[in-house]
């Protein structure tokens, strides 16, 4: 069964196809550990094939989104094996290990939610920090409370945005500003984060899930396949030149166009009503 508890989030379905994921590790600032990560893969994973789930929302119990990696924790063998889809083994603590574990756990989280069909909703109701941060980047909305902590701020510890939040800091601030946010270890709040479009919206703490929720349902009621065609060609056009994202746009119109929501759309125009897309 898709709903449940997981190692450190819960997943429920709500409302029209809206797949809550909170994180529920308040006493460690939500922080991802191993299995975590790996059942949050599995999760998004298994979200992309349930036709039920058109929107997925995540957010943090307490007063974290998550603060990023459990770095304390990192070696201990519970955070290796409680996962509930299948366990990782333990990886070793060298160089090519570090290497393997970065691009198939950390970063494939980030791919994950990233690479999603469905619409992504970060509701940031505290701190979002490192791989945290880098998740919520990763998401198509990011809603977030005023005082809220974003940013990566690995320089403080020597370390790098290894999950691939620097490529997402990049395509949001360009090179310049990137450079000054990340190589000084800013961390900004949401008010701040607003203003660098680093953000979409902000919402106070006592209204930030019936925001989330709202624009949750609002796309759960859209067309579907011309959403998730659109995100997609948005996200692509970044790195295409125009003839390039002219033909990939293309090619989606030639599936989109033909689809049924499609022909319901127009339909509801001209009859002056509200559509009601089947997906």
């Known amino acids: 069964m898709l709903e449940g508890a997981y190692a450190g989030f819960d997943l429920k379905i709500e409302g029209p196809g809206i797949a809550v994921i909170t994180f529920n590790r308040p006493e460690r600032l939500n922080s991802f550990n191993i299995a975590m990560k790996r059942d949050l893969i599995e999760a998004v ?10 929107v997925v929302l995540f957010t943090g119990q307490g007063r974290a989104f998550s603060s990023g990696d459990d770095v304390g924790g990192a070696f201990n063998e519970d955070h290796w094996r409680d996962a509930r889809s299948n366990p990782v083994i ?6 090519l290990g570090t290497y393997s574990s970065m691009r198939t756990i950390s970063q494939g989280l980030t791919r994950a939610v990233r690479n ?10 505290g701190a979002a920090v490192q791989s945290g941060f880098s998740l919520a980047l990763a998401c198509d909305f990011r809603l977030s409370v005023p005082d809220a902590k974003l940013g990566s ?23 310049a500003r990137a450079k000054d946010f ?12 607003l203003e660098m ?7 106070e703490p006592d209204q930030l899930m019936e925001r989330a929720m709202a624009l949750a349902t609002e796309l759960a009621e859209g067309p579907q396949v011309a959403l998730r065609m659109l995100k997609h060609a948005i996200d692509n ?4 030149t125009f003839e390039q994202a002219g033909m990939d ?29 089947t997906g």
């Not at 994973?45 to 058109?54: A, E, G, R, W």
């Not at 090619?251 to 339909?267: F, L």
């Open 90 to 95: 333990k990886g070793r603590h060298d160089a």
């Open 153 to 175: 701020g690995t320089m403080r510890m020597a370390f790098l945005p290894d999950e691939g939040g620097h490529h997402l800091i990049v395509r949001m601030l360009g090179v």
């Open 249 to 277: 746009i293309a090619v989606r119109t030639a599936v989109s166009d033909h689809h049924p929501d499609a022909k319901e759309g127009w339909r509801a125009f001209a009859e002056k009503r509200k559509p009601k897309f």
């Open 197 to 203: 479009g680093l953000v979409s919206d902000l919402a």
């Open 237 to 240: 056009a970044d790195d295409l």
């Open 116 to 125: 999603l069909d469905k619409i992504t909703i970060a509701a940031i109701n």
């Open 45 to 54: 994973t298994q979200l992309q094939y349930d036709d039920d789930s058109k």
């Open 182 to 193: 990340l190589l000084r270890g800013r961390i900004v709040d949401g008010r701040q984060a």
